[in-house]
T-cell receptor, first 112, second 115 residues
Framework: KNQVEQSPQSLIILEGKNCTLQCNYTVSPFSNLRWYKQDTGRGPVSLTIMTFSENTKSNGRYTATLDADTKQSSLHITASQLSDSASYICVVSALGNTPLVFGKGTRLSVIA | DTAVSQTPKYLVTQMGNDKSIKCEQNLGHDTMYWYKQDSKKFLKIMFSYNNKELIINETVPNRFSPKSPDKAHLNLHINSLELGDSAVYFC??????????????FGPGTRLTVL
C-alpha cells in the first residue's frame, strides 16, 4: 500500500535555529516527491519537487534531500524565522495515472 | 489577482441539505483538483479534471459531484450533507496533465461545517 510517513508530528524550535523534518515513503513505482508548506487557515504552497535523479534541491532557506534507495526525504530549514511556523507536508507521486499520496505533516512552531 | 479562488470561505449548514462550492483559476492551467482536509489535517484528493474531463475519482460517495463548465472552473456540489462531510475543502490547479512534476497551486480553502 502506498504510504507516506512523516516525523516528528510536531516540533518547537527557537527562532534562528535550524531543524530537519523527515519523510519516509513506500510509494512505488516512484515518480517524484514534493514538500509543501501550509500556514494555518491557508492552502498548501509548494516548496520543492524532486524526481528520482535529484537528491537535493533548495528554495531559499529550505533544502530538501531525497534518497530514492532508502525511500527517505528530509526538509532542512536554516536560520528559522517566526514565519516558518506552519505544517510541512511531504507528498509522493507514483508513475502512471495515480493520485498523489500525502503525509500527515509536521507541525513546526518557531518561537522567539 | 488571486490565482486560485474559492467561494464561499465558510459554509455552515444543516444535515441533509445540498450545497455547492465554487472554484476558479486564472492561471490558464489544464488540470484542476478537489481535496478534502479532515480534522486531523490529513489531505486527500477527491477528484481531478483535465480539460473538463474527469481523471481521478477517489472512492468519493456519489453525493459529491464535481462540475467543470470550462477549463477555468471546477465546482463541487454535495447532496444530502452528513456530519462526516465537515472538513476544509481545497481546490487546486496545475499545468499539464497533473501526472508529472507540475506544481499544484491551492486555493484558500472552504471550511464546511455540517450541524
Amino acid at each position: 500500500k502506498n504510504q507516506v510517513e512523516q516525523s516528528p508530528q510536531s516540533l518547537i524550535i527557537l527562532e534562528g535555529k535550524n531543524c530537519t523534518l523527515q519523510c519516509n515513503y513506500t510509494v512505488s513505482p516512484f515518480s517524484n516527491l514534493r514538500w509543501y508548506k501550509q500556514d494555518t487557515g491557508r492552502g498548501p504552497v509548494s516548496l520543492t519537487i524532486m524526481t528520482f535523479s535529484e537528491n537535493t534541491k533548495s528554495n531559499g532557506r529550505y533544502t530538501a534531500t531525497l534518497d530514492a534507495d532508502t525511500k527517505q526525504s528530509s526538509l532542512h530549514i536554516t536560520a528559522s524565522q517566526l514565519s516558518d511556523s506552519a505544517s510541512y507536508i511531504c507528498v509522493v507521486s507514483a508513475l502512471g495515472n495515480t493520485p498523489l499520496v500525502f503525509g500527515k505533516g509536521t507541525r513546526l512552531s518557531v518561537i522567539a | 489577482d488571486t490565482a486560485v479562488s474559492q467561494t464561499p470561505k465558510y459554509l455552515v449548514t444543516q444535515m441533509g441539505n445540498d450545497k455547492s462550492i465554487k472554484c476558479e483559476q486564472n492561471l490558464g492551467h489544464d488540470t484542476m483538483y478537489w481535496y478534502k482536509q479532515d480534522s486531523k489535517k490529513f489531505l486527500k484528493i477527491m477528484f481531478s479534471y483535465n480539460n473538463k474531463e474527469l481523471i481521478i475519482n477517489e472512492t468519493v460517495p456519489n453525493r459529491f459531484s464535481p462540475k467543470s463548465p470550462d477549463k477555468a472552473h471546477l465546482n463541487l456540489h454535495i447532496n444530502s450533507l452528513e456530519l462526516g462531510d465537515s472538513a476544509v475543502y481545497f481546490c487546486a490547479s496545475s499545468q499539464g496533465s497533473g501526472r508529472g512534476t507540475d506544481t499544484q497551486y491551492f486555493g484558500p480553502g472552504t471550511r464546511l461545517t455540517v450541524l
